[in-house]
T-cell receptor, first 112, second 112 residues
């Protein structure tokens, strides 16, 4: 079965510093991978996806993610964090084209 | 605005009561999904509908039923609510595999 792990429940970073939110996956075949962000009392918003091609994917709000097939990872990154980036972040994998499997989420806190 | 609309936004039920959560999308998407979100567990799939007229169980279907009323609407019913069903429920839709989901804003359900 497809699965997604986000090894960190919480990530704290100072404003202006680079941030990384980690994601590893277990899938058979070539994965479709996604990142979503959830602000308080809101639904999830799409950030970016990897389907095929360039391993570095750029998305919304200055975020990017690097697909690493050998390490089965899809880490979310941003060169310079903003306080407004504080939110809950979910990694997800497409489950054989039927639905998504989500990771447990990582809470990002950007400190001023 | 185009998107996924969920009603109600908040609901408190007594144990044993029934209710239906409504979801409608106006993007002409084929697939629709119901997830529940619980702290530390990410989003877990309850049911999904790959196309009008079809529904399938997800990871946690027990205690729930769904109806894909037409292409736009996908409802979730709790026949006899239990405290374990206290959660935030999200509806989502997508056009096809590889596309991201569009999420509704959620229904916060408390069963007492």
């Amino acid at each position: 079965a497809q699965s997604v792990a986000q090894p960190e429940d919480q990530v704290n970073v100072a404003e202006g510093n680079p941030l990384t939110v980690k994601c590893t996956y277990s899938v058979s075949g070539n994965p479709y991978l996604f990142w979503y962000v959830q602000y308080p009392n809101r639904g999830l918003q799409f950030l970016l996806k990897y389907i095929t091609g360039d391993n570095l994917v750029k998305g919304s709000y200055g975020f990017e993610a690097e697909f690493n097939k050998s390490q089965t990872s899809f880490h979310l990154k941003k060169p310079s964090a903003l306080v407004s980036d504080s939110a809950l972040y979910f990694c997800a994998v497409d489950n054989y084209g039927q639905n998504f499997v989500f990771g447990p989420g990582t809470r990002l806190s950007v400190l001023p | 605005n185009a998107g996924v609309t969920q009603t109600p936004k908040f609901q408190v039920l007594k144990t044993g009561q029934s209710m239906t959560l409504q979801c409608a999308q106006d993007m002409n998407h084929n697939s629709m999904y119901w997830y529940r979100q619980d702290p530390g567990m990410g989003l877990r799939l309850i049911y999904y509908s790959a196309s009008e007229g079809t529904t399938d169980k997800g990871e946690v279907p027990n205690g729930y039923n769904v109806s894909r009323l037409n292409k736009r609407e996908f409802s979730l019913r709790l026949e006899s609510a239990a405290p374990s069903q206290t959660s935030v429920y999200f509806c989502a839709s997508s056009e096809q595999s590889g596309d991201g989901y569009t999420f509704g804003s959620g229904t916060r359900l408390t069963v007492v």
